[in-house]
T-cell receptor, first 118, second 114 residues
Framework: GAVVSQHPSWVICKSGTSVKIECRSLDFQATTMFWYRQFPKQSLMLMATSNEGSKATYEQGVEKDKFLINHASLTLSTLTVTSAHPEDSSFYIC??????????????FGPGTRLTVT | AQKVTQAQTEISVVEKEDVTLDCVYETRDTTYYLFWYKQPPSGELVFLIRRNSFDEQNEISGRYSWNFQKSTSSFNFTITASQVVDSAVYFCALSDDNFNKFYFGSGTKLNVKP
């Protein structure tokens, strides 16, 4: 099956610094990747849709300048949390759709990255 | 507006009991897709099933079964003879016919005790 990886799996950073999270499709190409955020004991909320070679589409209420998304290739999307604050601490999950599966509605989810801002 | 409701926040059962996780959805789309995912403590989402809005057949996969009823906008998930390894948070999700936006329910935490 399709595999999506995320790096790092967890990160602790100081308030005010920036953190980059990578999402890679390991055995398939993904024109579209998605970024979700999950607070403790809560559901996943879609933050943005990342399309290769174009600007990401952000959901309402998500700060574009704070959560920078770059989808530079068909296998890599990055989420950079800029000037992180403790309230940005969360579990960030990416997912990707397989380019080959034209009629597939399945998103393959990465294992998630736990961010803690101190 | 799209919405998924999982009214059961947490359920505890004893091993070998059957358990049903409820999912109710709202959508104005005529074509849509429903999903169930399992999230173990490790955090990684595990895909369990997807259903399109035109397929109301119930499905059984081993100890898992799903009951899709459009009339009540429900897509319930039953685990038969539960096991400790079934302990996890289970999410129901709804996707539009473009398959791009997933709307997740709030999740149901299942505790299966030995």
């Amino acid at each position: 099956g399709a595999v999506v990886s995320q790096h790092p799996s967890w990160v602790i950073c100081k308030s005010g610094t920036s953190v980059k999270i990578e999402c890679r499709s390991l055995d398939f190409q993904a024109t579209t990747m998605f970024w979700y955020r999950q607070f403790p004991k809560q559901s996943l909320m879609l933050m943005a849709t990342s399309n290769e070679g174009s600007k990401a589409t952000y959901e309402q209420g998500v700060e574009k300048d704070k959560f920078l998304i770059n989808h530079a290739s068909l296998t890599l999307s990055t989420l950079t949390v800029t000037s992180a604050h403790p309230e940005d601490s969360s579990f960030y999950i990416c997912s990707a759709r397989d380019l080959r599966e034209v009629y597939s509605y399945e998103q393959y989810f990465g294992p998630g990255t736990r961010l803690t801002v101190t | 507006a799209q919405k998924v409701t999982q009214a059961q926040t947490e359920i505890s059962v004893v091993e070998k009991e059957d358990v049903t996780l409820d999912c109710v959805y709202e959508t104005r789309d005529t074509t849509y897709y429903l999903f169930w995912y399992k999230q173990p403590p490790s955090g990684e989402l595990v895909f369990l099933i997807r259903r399109n809005s035109f397929d109301e057949q119930n499905e059984i996969s081993g100890r898992y079964s799903w009951n899709f009823q459009k009339s009540t906008s429900s897509f319930n998930f039953t685990i038969t003879a539960s096991q400790v390894v079934d302990s996890a948070v289970y999410f129901c999700a709804l996707s539009d016919d473009n398959f791009n936006k997933f709307y997740f329910g709030s999740g149901t935490k299942l505790n299966v005790k030995p």
